[in-house]
């Protein structure tokens, strides 16, 4: 297939017999001037599109799409909301450690709730939440790739401290300061927010004509297509409208198809996949020759050098767990990238049982990349005791203030009750004396009377008891 450039349009020379479907590979070209397609090749479609659907690995991509979001939700929603509410009471390292850890968490929620929220609707309602209006398409899409990009790059420069911290032990507390870290995680979200602003200003949501486009068509499930890093492209298909949030002139179309998916590789996963992984071993490397070293010279500690060591020991272990994982995803990510470009990849996207097999693999990887903004809390909980106490004592005193508050509530029934009926018993003699009470009044408002003039005025008030 060739693509020519004539006056501003693509003009595709389509060899529909060779070619009848892409199967919904986000890098694979749409045609981008308006056109009306045929009726055979929409035929063409609707045919490739249903023996796809009929493979086994197109059948447990769509099991994987509907089940593993909803898991990923409910551990992820936990967790990160655990690490925001313990980090508040629990000291496991130095205080910039945990404002990033912090940061950090909030990231991968905003990631889960922008990005796997929208997949997991396109399967489950066969909704695409960019396809209501233009704003919620370029918002969403800036949205979903700045939350990516922050997550990423706040775990490499968790990373770069904790390898800083390993070099320079004596030196860290000079240039590792709290306000260092919030310049840092500042300057991270605006960069980004500068870096992928493009989306606010150049994605379009716009009406392709019915019957759908003419050549490659990228139509899964009749609902939606996908980009390399969040689907930051979608086509929404019907009988009547083409609809897709894309871009709004042919120059950006082409930056987003071909342009930055080389650069999402690069900035999301290979370096920082290098980054963290130098810095991995660095930490290790250090930390086997401390140890090494103090065995060596015997030497002897204080208690709360021990509890210094324990504490950034603690905290290493944790930051090398969370980059191994970090390190697992963002393979897998670079690996599929890679291999999405490759001539393998291209034939078997030209038949149903290759394209349904592509389809897997692409689900594979969202949910193994989004197991990243999950299990950060997990991890925490298996590297550090204290960590798992401060969550059994949350837990604990949760527990315990509602008992407490129930048991109260009961206890307060019965002196309640009793309060009741004294105040009954007590209104009872009032009335029964009330006769007597008539009787007596005048002589008790004369004798009132007359400790009123007698008394001084520092007993005035008694006049009153």
Not at 270 to 296: D, H, Q, W
Not at 373 to 394: A, D, H, M, V, W
Request: charged letters at 15%.
């Amino acid at each position: 297939m060739a693509r020519v450039y004539n006056s501003g349009l693509e003009e595709w020379h389509n060899a529909s017999a060779n070619v009848p479907f892409q199967a919904h590979s986000h890098h694979t070209h749409l045609p981008y001037a308006p056109t009306i397609a045929g009726h055979s090749e929409v035929n063409t479609t609707t045919d490739f599109n249903e023996e796809m659907k009929k493979e086994i690995e197109y059948k447990v991509a769509a099991l994987i799409w509907k089940i593993c979001p909803g898991i990923l939700y409910l551990f992820g929603t936990v967790g990160n909301v655990l690490i925001l509410k313990c980090l508040r009471s629990l000291r496991l390292g130095p205080a910039t450690m945990h404002i990033y850890l912090k940061a950090l968490a909030i990231s991968d929620l905003l990631a889960l709730y922008s990005g796997l929220l929208r997949h997991w609707l396109i399967w489950l309602v066969e909704t695409d939440i960019r396809d209501f209006h233009q704003v919620v398409c370029r918002f969403h899409t800036f949205l979903v790739y700045v939350a990516q990009y922050v997550s990423t790059w706040l775990l490499v420069m968790m990373t770069l401290e904790r390898t800083c911290s390993a070099c320079f032990p004596y030196r860290v507390n000079t240039f590792c300061t709290k306000r260092r870290a919030w310049m840092i995680i500042l300057t991270i979200v605006v960069t980004h927010c500068i870096f992928n602003a493009h989306f606010l200003f150049l994605l379009s949501l716009e009406g392709r004509g019915s019957g759908g486009p003419v050549g490659e068509t990228n139509i899964r499930s009749n609902v939606s297509e996908r980009t390399t890093l969040n689907s930051s492209v979608t086509t929404s298909y019907s009988s009547r409208i083409y609809s897709t949030c894309d871009g709004s002139s042919e120059q950006y179309y082409y930056f987003l198809h071909d342009i930055l998916p080389l650069i999402e590789t690069c900035t999301l996963s290979l370096v920082p996949f290098i980054l963290v992984m130098l810095g991995n071993i660095t930490i290790v490397c250090k930390t086997y020759i401390s140890l090494r070293t103090a065995v060596e010279l015997n030497v002897a500690s204080n208690h709360s050098t021990k509890r210094r060591r324990r504490r950034a020991s603690t905290m290493t272990v944790m930051l090398l767990l969370i980059s191994a994982l970090f390190l697992v995803t963002s393979a897998s990510t670079c690996v599929y990238n890679t291999w999405e470009r490759s001539t393998t990849a291209m034939q078997m996207n030209k038949d149903p049982k290759g394209a349904a097999q592509i389809e897997l693999a692409w689900a594979c990887v969202n949910i193994i990349m989004y197991c990243n903004n999950t299990f950060n809390f997990y991890l925490y909980c298996l590297s550090g005791k204290k960590f798992r106490s401060e969550i059994k004592r949350q837990l604990s005193r949760r527990r315990t203030e509602s008992h407490s508050n129930v048991m109260s509530g009961f206890s307060l029934q019965p002196q309640a009750r009793y309060r009741q009926s004294q105040d009954l018993r007590n209104g009872q003699t009032d009335v029964s004396g009330l006769g007597n009470g008539h009787q007596n009044s005048y002589q008790a408002k004369k004798t009132m009377s007359v400790r009123h003039k007698a008394g001084s005025g520092t007993n005035q008030s008694n006049a009153y008891l």
